[in-house]
């Protein structure tokens, strides 16, 4: 369950590390954000990264498979964000909020 969860959060991690971009702000918004909001949207990155990994680190697993799941929801997640910033960028804040709502609600019941 833990990798479910870390891969729900793997999304919006990497829409926000994306909306830290220039070009993609350009994409999802129609225009670029102010400097303070590219570091925002940074650090709320590199916050869901961190609890994405904690989910992974508490699963019971060994560091080593841990690390290795962790890996592989992180692929998963850059290609899926990768995908809709190709085809659909207007729906990424949608879809990632989504996302994250999924990853808090199995945080609550898993009991975090």
């Known amino acids: 369950m833990s990798a479910w969860i870390a891969g729900a959060l793997a999304l919006p991690a990497f829409t926000a590390l994306s909306l830290a971009m220039e070009r993609h702000q350009d994409q999802v918004f129609g225009r670029t954000l102010a ?20 989910a992974c680190l508490a699963s019971g697993w ?7 799941a962790w890996f592989g929801v992180l692929t998963v997640g850059a290609i899926v964000t990768g995908w809709i910033l190709a085809y659909v960028p207007r ?22």
């Open 62 to 68: 060994s560091g080593a498979v841990a690390a290795t």
């Open 35 to 54: 400097a303070k909001a590219s570091v925002a949207w940074r650090l709320a990155g590199i916050a869901l990264l961190s609890l994405s990994l904690a």
């Open 91 to 112: 729906h990424l804040l949608r879809l990632a909020g989504a996302s994250l709502a999924v990853a808090a609600l199995a945080l609550v019941v898993r009991g975090w």
